[in-house]
């Protein structure tokens, strides 16, 4: 098995900045994709931010010039570093990882969750 646990939230003013941390661990042989998304209250989830293994990222337009993804393989932790903060981008931000446990197959995990805050 194989768990996503996420740090880093919390509650912040309109214009600040707060930094996730997304740790991998568990029967992990490769860890492919990892993700970023977001879920407000009464609205889908949305992907915010997406990297693959090799460095290449995409950004959701709302979120582009203000977030930055980056990951490190050796600790399989992906972050999200979140500037200029507004109240829309207050949601549960949740981690994501495509990973292979050794077999022909990679599979989708998911974190639990971590609320961000935007007070205006």
């Known amino acids: 098995q194989v768990q996503l646990v996420e740090s880093g939230g919390g509650l912040v003013q309109a214009g600040g900045s707060l930094r996730l941390s997304c740790a991998a661990s568990g029967s992990i042989f490769v860890i492919n994709a990892m993700a970023w998304y977001r879920q407000a209250p009464g609205k889908q989830r949305e992907l915010v931010a997406h990297i693959t293994s090799g460095g290449n990222t995409n950004y959701a337009d709302s979120v582009k010039g203000r977030f930055t993804i980056s990951r490190d393989n050796a600790k399989n932790t992906v972050y999200l570093e979140m500037n200029s903060l507004k109240p829309d981008d207050t949601a549960v931000y949740y981690c994501?990882?495509?990973?292979?446990?050794?077999?022909?197959?990679?599979?989708?995990?998911w974190g639990l969750g971590t609320q961000v805050t935007v007070s205006s």
């Open positions: 994501n990882a495509d990973v292979n446990t050794g077999t022909v197959y990679y599979t989708d995990y």
